[in-house]
């Protein structure tokens, strides 16, 4: 069975940097890929960042470009999300998906994800 589970999430004033965790359990890294997917109240799930592991390559929202950083390792099957400089416009639940579609889009809210963990908030203060 396919598992994800978020951690990292918390308050941080405008500035500072959070880093979120997404361990996975019931499959590898081989053939899938994994996203970051964040909805704010009000607002549309939509997606930050996506890396697929097997090839290294990775996808960043423009809004997100320049301050996320995703990686990923394999020995703790574990996908991270370095978020610096945050904003509070990042505030927001923090999902992470993992798909085994390898043409899947990454900007959009997950359509292309079968997985899902149960999310993490993320406040930022101004």
């Known amino acids: 069975e396919v598992q994800l589970v978020e951690s990292g999430g918390g308050l941080v004033q405008a500035g500072g940097s959070l880093r979120l965790s997404c361990a996975a359990s019931g499959f590898t890294f081989d053939d899938y890929s994994i996203g970051w997917f964040r909805q704010a109240p009000g607002k549309e799930r939509e997606g930050v960042s996506c890396?697929?592991?097997?090839?290294?390559?990775?996808y960043y929202a423009d809004s997100v470009k320049g301050r996320f950083t995703i990686s990923v390792d394999n020995a703790k099957n574990t996908v991270y999300l370095q978020m610096d400089r945050l904003k509070p416009e990042d505030t927001a639940v923090y999902y992470c998906?993992?798909?085994?579609?390898?043409?899947?889009?990454?900007?959009?809210?997950?359509?292309?994800?079968?997985?899902w963990g149960q999310g993490t908030q993320v406040t930022v203060s101004s």
């Open positions: 998906a993992a798909t085994l579609n390898s043409g899947y889009v990454c900007y959009d809210g997950g359509t292309d994800f079968g997985s």
């Open positions: 890396i697929t592991p097997s090839d290294g390559s990775t």
